[in-house]
């Protein structure tokens, strides 16, 4: 009866679930935080000028996917090689 009123969750598989959302929801903060940095840099590399946030924004955003990428490339080619 517990399990049908827990609907599942408190089975190993929902706890898998629940830390998998939580994973997810900190890659997210994680990477927000990257891209934030990142275009936080960026604007002072152009001299703290006034505008384009949303465009720096957007740089931003491609090079921390392009750094993930290439983290990603490193991680598969070590799995592989060992």
């Known amino acids: 009866m517990g399990a049908d009123r827990l609907n599942g969750s408190g089975t190993v598989a929902g706890y898998r679930r629940l830390e998998e959302r939580e994973c997810a929801m ?14 936080h840099l960026l ?20 090079l921390v996917d392009r750094i993930e990428e290439a983290r990603n490339a490193d991680e598969s080619i070590d799995r592989n090689a060992g």
Request: charged share 60%.
């Open 43 to 62: 604007w002072l590399a152009e001299g703290k000028p006034d505008g384009r946030d949303k465009a720096r924004w957007e740089e931003a955003e491609r």
């Open 26 to 39: 900190f890659e997210s903060r994680k990477k927000e935080e990257l891209v934030r940095r990142e275009a």
